[in-house]
């Protein structure tokens, strides 16, 4: 039986797919459930004011167009997982990291949390994490060995990310050794961008300050485009991709003297 919560995010997959709008019997049989479980999980995104229900259908709002972030963390799962994993490696005991939101840094904060090599039997923290999102901030807080920054800002219930001047004047006054930057897409040509011109610019604020710049970026972003440039390539360092990402995605990013690591 597949849970409430990935059927709601599958239907709104289906929802950005194509023109935005679905109808239950197609809904239905695309998720292998009733028409009635349909309806019930369409009624329950209306609810949330994700979707405005028609006859026999529903159709997305414009809010949901960048789906909440708890939407989307179950699409490419495993393969984000080992992006961060390879990511959180690249890191040492004693560094400052910053963290912008999404949910590819999300599971870097988690892989930086659980490294044995960054725990630490002093009083005092081993890793000093900036970042202006409130989830990645709740799943650190606890961690004794992390001493944890987080920017002001104004909160996007989307992301969960902190935005505008109070997050950028924070980010002024500090250094990084490294950041990992998630992005919506990133190519050669426009560099790494995001769809909301707010986070591009916080991101660009972490990116500034940061002696390594990391993009981690499953397959399906690299080659893209988004909207607001967060940064050109020439300012990324590294950018840690999964297996998926073919040397067709890959080798432009090398060519522009990017380093590239595959998880």
């Known amino acids: 039986m597949v849970a409430p919560q990935a059927r709601w995010s599958a239907l709104l997959e289906m929802l950005t797919r194509g023109d935005g709008r679905i109808e239950v019997e197609a809904a239905a049989a695309e998720l292998g459930v009733s028409a009635a479980t349909t309806r019930r999980d369409l009624d329950e995104l209306a609810r949330q004011q994700m979707v405005t229900r028609t006859h026999g259908g529903a159709v997305i709002n414009a809010i949901a167009y960048d789906l909440p972030l708890r939407y989307k963390a179950a699409r490419n799962a495993p393969e984000k997982d080992r992006i961060a994993d390879a990511a959180a490696g690249l890191v040492k005991a004693g ?3 910053g963290l912008n939101g999404g949910t590819t840094t999300t599971a870097v904060a988690r892989a930086l949390a659980i490294r044995p090599e960054l725990g630490t039997e002093s009083a005092g923290p081993s890793l000093t994490v900036v970042t202006n999102a409130l ?3 709740n799943e650190l ?3 004794r060995h992390v001493k944890l920054v987080v920017t002001g ?3 996007r219930p989307a992301s969960y990310e902190l935005t505008g001047p109070l997050a950028t004047e924070v980010l002024a006054q500090i250094t990084l050794d490294h950041v990992f930057i998630g ?3 990133i190519d050669v040509r426009h560099g790494a961008t995001a769809q909301d011109e707010g986070e591009a610019g916080i991101n660009r604020a972490l990116a500034l300050r940061a002696e390594q710049v990391v993009v981690v970026a499953d397959s399906s972003k690299l080659g893209r485009r988004a909207f607001a440039r967060i940064c050109p390539v020439k300012d990324v360092d590294v950018l840690v991709t999964g297996k998926a990402a073919g040397p067709e ?3 432009p990013f090398a060519a522009a ?3 590239i690591v595959r998880a």
């Open 95 to 97: 560094a400052v990291v």
């Open 135 to 137: 989830n990645i901030a």
């Open 141 to 143: 807080v606890v961690r």
């Open 153 to 155: 800002g104004v909160a």
């Open 183 to 185: 992005v919506d897409a």
């Open 249 to 251: 995605l890959t080798e």
């Open 257 to 259: 003297g990017v380093e």
